[in-house]
């Protein structure tokens, strides 16, 4: 087991480079990554509901 004095010593350390990170920008690469995913999120959301739709629309006939 960890003293809890090392241990908030390794939580402060963890927050202060956590914090750091959290504050640096999103590089242009992972950003067009990210768009095209959520993109893609939403072209894979449109089929499945006309995959939906459709078989509502079959049963109902």
């Given at each position: 087991m960890i003293e809890p004095v090392l241990q908030a010593h390794i939580g402060?350390?963890?927050?202060?480079?956590?914090?750091?990170?959290?504050?640096?920008?999103?590089?242009d690469r992972f950003r067009l990554l990210l768009d095209r995913?959520?993109?893609g999120e939403g072209a894979e959301?449109?089929?499945q509901e006309k995959a939906t739709t459709g078989a509502d629309e079959a049963g109902a006939v």
């Open positions: 402060k350390q963890l927050r202060r480079m956590y914090d750091a990170m959290i504050r640096e920008p999103v590089p995913l959520e993109e959301d449109s089929l």
